[in-house]
């Protein structure tokens, strides 16, 4: 009998690659929030410690390495971290458009690509929907977390 191995769409390598460049960690408000009570600090003092405004949205800091501020061997604030990082590689850009979603497979070792672009939207809106992921539309969240549709 055949082998029905599935391939997973998505695995994350715990790499670190999501975790550079600058700006790319937009927060959402409730990001700040539990950020902020995870560091134990008040909102406006995480803000200042810990971010950036880009756009008109709060960022996380890169250090001098370009790596997110809480990358230190891993994510230090894992248990309590931005929904960006939670959501990651499921953006928007790459549900809705194969050939970013390869262009993100290049940069992330965890995205297969012979899960197929289809198994990966499937799996993107499973999780977005099922850890309430999306954004609301607004000025301060993260375009990669709004809704859409097909």
């Not at 993107?124 to 309430?132: H, T, V, Y």
């Amino acid at each position: 009998m055949a082998s029905t191995h599935l391939v997973e769409p998505f695995v994350c390598q715990r790499c670190g690659h999501c975790c550079q460049g600058r700006g790319g960690i937009v927060l959402t408000p409730s990001d700040r929030q539990r950020l902020a009570l995870h560091l134990g600090l008040a909102e406006s003092e995480f803000l200042t410690t810990y971010t950036e405004t880009m756009n008109g949205k709060a960022a996380l800091r890169v250090g001098e390495d370009g790596l997110c501020v809480f990358f230190r061997a891993g994510c230090s604030v894992h248990e309590d971290k931005p929904a960006v990082c939670r959501a990651w590689p499921f953006f928007r850009g790459n549900l809705l458009d194969a050939m970013s979603w390869k262009m993100a497979a290049e940069y992330c070792p965890g995205i297969d690509l012979a899960a197929g672009h289809e198994a990966f939207v499937r799996a993107g809106r499973a999780l977005l929907q099922s850890a309430e992921l999306f954004a609301a539309v607004d000025p301060q969240s993260p375009n990669a977390l709004i809704p859409f549709d097909d």
